[in-house]
């Protein structure tokens, strides 16, 4: 029998970099760099490589996003394995989540040690990634899981993961649900199934425009602390452009507070431009009807703020930016994050 075709795109990040001169560690490696540095892809896929861009994740823009999207739509693989760089992927796979169709497997890795150390982990990871996405468990049911984020023998749903950790090997988790699945002697051991109903509600409303726009509509992501009386949020409201932003996401206290004293600034901005509040913590469920007072939940959402659900304010902003682009009217935005709890 014939291997899986898999083809990886490789976007840059730490596990393609390489020490320069100085000692420090530079952009370098491509695609080609990566596979030949786990021979054992060879006898698991028919593997064919291609470098989209060497940068690191936090220089990624969301028009590359979404060329990628389209080029892994247009792909005619098996399955697509994308690696990029740690700090942005979280955001990266659910942009990638929201704008694909889930007709093969997609699998997103990286590394969180560079190549030159001695436990580097980008070799394992793009292994288990290409293993992952060859798995009957995943190439029986594309559709039933979406993207997949595996690092250090986890496996992730795109909408789930988060990065909870800016160094460690371990910094990847999914604090509300837990990994899909896990590596266990190079085996997939399965765990559990995402809940897809509320990306699949999200997409058939953004309809088939959300992949095909070259911009990006501006959100304004805010986040608030002890004692924050809403400086930033007036800033834009005395702007005559709202300082060119479209929407905003605030990333707001417990289960959707804010200090009393932004209380009145943040109705305000809501009735200005679209305004979603997401949990500070990292996502949901949040409170919808438990405490009262001019900044908890039960008012701000009388005062017209959207509320975000379970998503982690990350992807809320993604969500939110992608609907605006898709022209989805305002009256409709609750109903489009009222989906995710």
Known sequence: MSLPRVSILALGGTIATRRDATGAMQMGLGADDL???VPGLAG???????????????SLSIAQIRALA???EADDADAVVV????DTLEETAFLLDLLGESRKPLVVTAAMRNPALASADGPGNLLAAVRLAVDPW???????LGPLVVLLDQVHAAADVVKAHPVRIDAFTSPQTGPLAVFV??????????VRAAMERTRAMLGPRRRDSESHAPVALLWLGLDDDGALVEAMLRAPDLLGYRGAVIAAMGGGHAPESMASRLGRLAKALPTV?????GGGPMLRE??????????????GLIWGGRLHPLKARLLLSTALDCDVPPRRLPELFDAWG
């Open 70 to 72: 389209r080029r892994i």
């Open 277 to 281: 509040v997401a949990a500070r913590s």
């Open 83 to 86: 690696t990029q760089g740690t």
């Open 185 to 194: 002697e190079g085996r997939v051991v399965p765990l559990a199934f995402p």
């Open 35 to 37: 596979v030949a540095a």
């Open 138 to 144: 995943v190439r029986e049911r594309p559709a039933a």
């Open 290 to 303: 438990t405490y009262a007072g001019p900044s908890a939940e039960i008012e701000l959402r009388r005062a």
């Open 44 to 58: 698991i896929a028919t593997i064919r490589a291609e470098t989209l861009s060497r940068v690191g994740s936090h």
